[in-house]
């Protein structure tokens, strides 16, 4: 009977020890964070709240903060992780896929990248640029051409290229006169100014016809002698010296007398609609990339696409220390700690850290139990002497 009373005693005792011990563990883990802020009676806090976590939060915040800085998310993680040769190779792929989707291959004309730019309706508003600019320049133009003399307006060295040709222009005329007056044409000429002079004479003219004879022999006799004066060296300086004077005369001219009867308005008119139909905006905006850079894909992905990312990742190499100074995610961390609710907090620990808080409960309570069931033995042996 004794040994199962104390068999009873043994066990429960045990039982109390695991209680105790199981209880106190469960409440020193709820004490980490309940409750959540403080509580008073009157004026007077409660010890032991709120619990240690809420309590210290700040330095929690802190800490969290400088062993994300330190340890979790450092220059050299980046560096190692992101900045390898085979995420610049990634990164290279990527881009150069992007961008012939949705640009180099793209079925977008560039009116509809204009427009997604804003640019509404550019081939009329640069048609209208364009004749605003041709009117004002023909305008200048015109309005230079029109004032002064030609001798004012006219390029000096034109002018001289000009009065150079006067000797070939003159040896031009004398020979091509020569041809006509010695041909067929020419003879025809001659009777006929002949005859209609000596008609205009009346009986004059008969007497003057009687005296040289047959008017074809008159016409020969003319002719001959025409073909010598244009032949006689005095000629040709005479002919010189004419269209030298006129030139000269040419030249204190005004443009504006020259130009009186020019069709500014019809030129105007001309260059506008030639330049148009040059240009041909419309049709030449309604074509996509491709048609104008087939082989932009080839090109960028040797040309551009590698040079642009490797610089990328260069600076992002050179500034990343800086950049993670300005960036302040210590400081990041702290405010964001700083704003959870102590219950996500909460959550958050437990998340990562229930199933070892219940393996602390079990084991205060298995310590307290064989607690129990030692100060069980030394009351059973104490009481036996």
């Known amino acids: 009977m004794k040994r199962l009373n104390f068999l009873w005693t043994l066990l429960f005792m045990a039982f109390i020890g695991a209680l105790i011990g199981g209880f106190t563990n469960h409440l020193a883990i709820k004490m980490l964070f309940r409750p959540h802020e403080a509580k008073y009676i009157g004026k007077w806090r409660l010890p032991f709240t709120p619990g240690l976590i809420p309590k210290r939060r700040d330095e929690l915040a802190v800490q969290l903060g400088k062993t994300v800085t330190n340890y979790l998310v450092t220059p050299d993680m980046f560096r190692n992780k992101l900045l390898t040769p085979d995420m610049e190779k990634k990164a290279e792929a990527f881009l150069q896929q992007k961008l012939d989707e949705q640009v180099l291959h793209s079925d977008k004309t560039l009116n509809d990248w204009l427009q997604l730019a804003g640019a509404s309706n550019l081939a009329q508003k640069t048609e209208q640029k364009i004749d605003a600019l041709i009117d004002a320049q023909l305008m200048n133009a015109r309005e230079k051409l029109t004032t002064g003399t030609i001798e004012d307006v006219v390029p000096m060295d034109w002018q001289e290229q000009a009065k150079e040709y006067i000797p070939t222009m003159t040896s031009y005329i004398l020979e091509r006169a020569e041809l006509y007056v010695d041909s067929y044409d020419g003879k025809v000429m001659f009777q006929k100014l002949i005859n209609d002079f000596l ?84 049709s030449r905006l309604d074509k996509t990339i491709q048609d104008y850079w087939p082989e932009g894909s080839e090109w960028t992905s040797e040309n551009l696409t590698p040079k642009l990312i490797h610089f990328a990742f260069n600076q992002v190499e050179k500034q990343l220390e800086t950049a993670m100074k300005k960036l302040n995610l210590e400081g990041i961390v702290k405010e964001q700690v700083d704003t959870f609710p102590v219950a996500v907090l909460e959550d958050l620990i437990l998340g990562i850290s229930r199933r070892e808080f219940k393996m602390i409960t079990v084991l205060g309570a298995l310590l307290g139990g064989v607690i129990g069931i ?11 002497s």
């Open 374 to 384: 030692v100060q069980g033995l030394i009351v059973f042996f104490t009481n036996l």
């Open 199 to 282: 008609e205009s004479k009346g009986t004059f003219g008969g007497v003057l016809n009687m005296f040289f004879g047959d008017s074809n022999s008159l016409v020969e006799k003319v002719q001959k002698e025409a073909l010598k004066f244009i032949q006689a060296p005095g000629t040709q300086n005479l002919l010189h010296t004419l269209i030298e004077n006129e030139f000269t005369k040419l030249q204190k001219r005004p443009m504006a007398e020259l130009l009186a009867n020019f069709d500014w308005e019809g030129l105007f008119t001309s260059i506008k609609a030639y330049a148009r139909k040059e240009l041909a905006l419309e």
